[in-house]
């Protein structure tokens, strides 16, 4: 299977192009940077990927993209790229939380991604080595996240300057490249008999504890 998968969420961002072909699986993972985005330029990165590994779009079995949380008009952006080709292509695709992406990186059992909010909140969540949620995906103020995470779980962060001076113990501070990590989860939900969709694929806007929704509407 022939993956190709994007995050354009921030401003580094990253393509990759996954074969799983045969006994093994190789990986091709290129970090983009871009402080202006990247709608006007990621149809050329992927055209430099392919290239670089002799492929042709119409070989690519499966697209994968993350969905964010992350810049509004950054997630729109590879959905967008990767639902265009997969829909002209009748090829399946994958949308991927960024969260489900870091945590992916991690080595613990537990593993707790995060992901800086501003304003002193965070987008957080708890996964098992398995990428099963443990803690649902939520945005909220940091100090309430903190407690809902097992004493046991392993912090993941891209950029450690926010907040790991407010965390427990030291972080593992994980690569800004996700396409990767968004390339094998794509990989593996198809095996597992996800259909990818392209209309369902959609953007993760990461919602509040229905707790503080509820106050706030009090």
């Not at 991927?96 to 304003?119: C, F, H, K, M, T």
């Amino acid at each position: 299977m022939k993956i190709l998968a994007v995050d354009t969420s921030a401003e580094f961002a990253s393509i990759a192009a996954l074969d799983s072909a045969g006994d093994g699986a190789e990986l091709l993972e290129i970090l983009l940077h871009s402080a202006d985005g990247f709608a006007h330029q990621i149809f050329t990165h992927f055209e430099t990927l392919l290239r670089r590994i002799n492929w042709t779009i119409d070989q690519v079995d499966a697209f994968g993209a993350a969905s964010g949380p992350g810049s509004f008009t950054g997630v729109r952006v590879a959905l967008s790229a990767m639902k265009g080709l997969a829909e002209s292509l009748g090829k399946p695709v994958i949308a991927v939380s960024n969260l489900e992406a870091i945590a992916a990186l991690g080595a613990s059992r537990l593993r707790a991604p995060l992901l800086d909010a501003r304003r002193g909140e965070v987008y957080g969540a708890v996964y098992d080595r398995n990428l099963q949620i443990v803690v649902p995906e939520t945005v909220g103020k940091f100090q309430d996240w903190l407690e809902t995470v097992p004493a046991e779980a392993e912090f993941l962060v891209q950029d450690p300057t926010p907040f790991a001076h407010l965390l427990p113990r030291e972080p593992r501070v994980v690569r800004r490249a996700l396409a990767g990590a968004v390339a094998r989860i794509t990989r593996d939900r198809l095996q597992a008999g996800v259909p990818g969709d392209p209309v369902t694929a959609d953007a993760n806007y990461v919602r509040r504890a229905d707790a503080e929704l509820k106050w706030k509407d009090r």
